[in-house]
C-alpha cells in the first residue's frame, strides 16, 4: 500500500512524481514543479507522448533519476481495451469474445 498525494511544486520528499498535465506537449510550455528539486533515483513518470522526451525528463535524466515515458501508458491501455472488447493486442480473439457476444445479445 501506499500513500498518494497531490503534493506542491517541490518534489523532493517524493519517490515517484507524475507530470499528469499537457506541459510538456510545447517546447515554450513552464515545467510542472521545481525540476532543480528532483534527488537521484526519484521516478519522474509523464503522461506526454510527443515529444518523447520532453523538457521534463531530459531534466530528471540530467539529475539521475528513473524515468517513465508517456509511451509506457499508452502501450498498457491498449493490451487492457483489447482484453476488454474481446481480443488481444496482435488482433486474435480471446477465450473472453464468445462471453462478450453472448452478453450483447441479451
Known amino acids: 500500500?501506499?500513500?498518494?498525494?497531490a503534493?506542491?511544486?517541490n518534489p523532493k520528499d517524493?519517490?515517484?512524481v507524475v507530470n499528469a498535465?499537457?506541459?510538456?506537449?510545447?517546447a515554450s510550455d513552464p515545467l510542472p514543479f521545481d525540476?532543480?528539486?528532483?534527488?537521484?533515483?526519484?521516478?519522474?513518470?509523464?503522461?506526454i507522448m510527443r515529444p518523447e522526451t520532453t523538457a521534463l525528463l531530459a531534466r530528471a535524466e540530467v539529475a539521475g533519476c528513473h524515468l517513465h515515458h508517456g509511451r509506457h501508458m499508452l502501450d498498457?491501455?491498449?493490451?487492457?481495451?483489447?482484453?476488454?472488447l474481446g481480443a488481444t493486442p496482435d488482433g486474435r480473439l480471446s477465450?473472453?469474445?464468445p462471453q462478450l457476444q453472448e452478453n450483447?445479445?441479451?
Open 104 to 106: 450483447r445479445a441479451r
Open 21 to 26: 498535465t499537457s506541459l510538456g506537449m510545447h
Open 14 to 16: 517524493y519517490d515517484i
Open 76 to 84: 498498457s491501455q491498449i493490451a487492457l481495451l483489447a482484453g476488454f
Open 95 to 97: 477465450d473472453a469474445a
Open 35 to 47: 525540476a532543480a528539486r528532483l534527488v537521484p533515483g526519484t521516478l519522474v513518470v509523464e503522461v
Open 7 to 9: 503534493g506542491p511544486a
Open 1 to 5: 500500500a501506499c500513500r498518494v498525494v
